[in-house]
C-alpha cells in the first residue's frame, strides 16, 4: 500500500498497542538518566542498576511474580524461543518430547520445528471450532518422556481464552513443565497461575517495542540454547535496554490501571461487532468462542471476498484492520489458526481494538462494512465471468 | 508438524499419499479450480452447484491449500454435504460435495 492510511480508526491492538502516553515520558527521562552500564560498579553505573531493579519490581507487581523470576528481553518472540528451547534443553535427559497446541503463536511453533529438525519429537495438540483446546486432549498427550508443554492464555488471532488452569493441573500431576505464551493477556486480563515458563511482549501493553518479558517460575529447571551471557541472571544475552524496559514498566501499570476500567466496554463493543456483522453482512463467518474470549478481538470471514482486498479497502476507508488469510501473509498457506478450527480461511479481518477505541469508531466500521464487502463480491464475480483472475483485478485497483 | 509457516502447500510432495479408492459415488460435474487462488474455487463451487440435480455430487479440482480447509467449512455454512477429498496424481486436490437442496 503506497499511500499511508489516513487519520482513522486504528483497530489492530492484537499486532501492536498504540504506544501509553506514560512510555514517553518513562522512555526519554531514563534515556537522560540511566544510561550507564547497569554491569558496572561505579555510581552512575548503580544508579541505572536501581532504576533497572525498579522497573523488574514494577513489572513483577503487576504480572504477580517475583522479581527474580522475572528476566527481560529483546522481544516477546525472543522470550518464546527462550523458554521453549531452554525448558526442552533443560530436561533432555528426562526426554525430547515436547506438547503444543496447534493454534500457538508463530514463535512457539518455529521453535518447536526446530526442535523437531534437531532430532526433537512434537506433538500439536487440536482445537474445536472455536479455536479452544480440549484440557483432556492436552492432558492425554503428555507422556513419560515429554520435557515441556506450551499452552497460549489466549488466541491471537480469534481471542479465544484457553483452558491453561486445567492445563497446568494436569501438567503438575505429570510432572511435566508448563510453558504459557501471555503475550496477549498481559495488561488485558490475569493469566492463572500454575506455569513454570510465563513470556509477554511490551509493545502489546502500550510499551515499546524492543522488550520483553520471560517469567522463570522459582524451582524449574532452565538452561540457555544460547552462547554463555552474565546479563540478566544468565538468562538473557546483551546489554539491557534500560529506558525501554522503565518505559515497559511505567506503561504496563497504567495500562492495567486503565484497562480495569475499559476492558468492559472493549468487551461491550466487540460483542456489538459479533453481532451486527452477521446481521448487516451476508455470508460472514464470526470466528472464535463467544464468552471466553478476550475483551478486545474479534475475527470474522467474509465468503467470496479476498482478504488482502478487503484490508486495503477498509484502509482505503480509514480502518486499520489485520487477517488471517493466506494471500495476507508472506507463504501460500492460509492462517494456521482458522485451519486448525476448520473456519472459513478466507476474506478474513481480524478487529482488535486499543485502549480509548472510540463507539463513533466502532459505528462507522458496521456502516460500512457492508458496502465493501458487497463491491468487492461484485469484483470477484465480475473478474470470474471475464475469466481475468481476481490477482489481475486487484493490480488494477488504483 | 505443519503450519503456515514452512511447506509449500499443494506442490508439496509430503501431501500426497497413494491415490485413494473412491469415496463416493462420481461426479455429476467436475470444476477445474486448478491454479486458482481461493476464494476462486469457492466462488466457482457456489456458482455452480445450482447445475448438478439435488443429492448430486459436484467436484471441485483446486491446488490451492487454503481450499481444504474452506470447501469443506463451505459447506457447514452452506448446509451442503462434504463428501469427501482426493489427492490428485498432478497435485491439488478433488473435493466432492453433494447438493443437498
Redesign the interface.
Known sequence: MAEPSIPGAYFDAASTEPPHPAARSALLETMDAAWADPARLYGTARGTRVVLDRARERVAAVLGVRADELSFTTSGTQAVHLAVLGGLRARRRVGRHLVVSAVEHSSVLHAAELHERDGGEVTAVGVDRTGRVDPEEFAAALRPDTALACLQSANHEVGTIQPVAEAAESCRAAGVPLFVDAAQSLGRADVPGGWSFLAGSAHKWGGPAGVGVLAVRKGTRWRSPLPDDERERRRVPGFENVPGIVAAAAALEAYRADMAADAPRLTALVDRIRAEVPRRVPDVEVAGDPVRRLPHLVTFSCLYVEGEALLTELDRLGFAVSSGSSCTADTLRPSHVLEAMGVITHGNVRVSLPRGARTADVDRFLAELPGAVARLRGTAMSTLETGNTLETGRRSRP | ?R???????ATSPEAAPPPAEPAGPPPALAIDALG?????P???L??RIREVPVGQIIAVLAD???A???V???C??KSQEFVWEETLPQGGWGFHIRRMY
Open positions: 508438524m503450519f503456515r509457516g514452512r511447506g509449500k502447500g486458482r487462488k481461493c476464494p476462486i469457492i466462488i466457482m457456489a456458482e490451492d491449500a487454503a481444504r480447509t474452506d469443506p467449512a463451505w457447514r455454512m
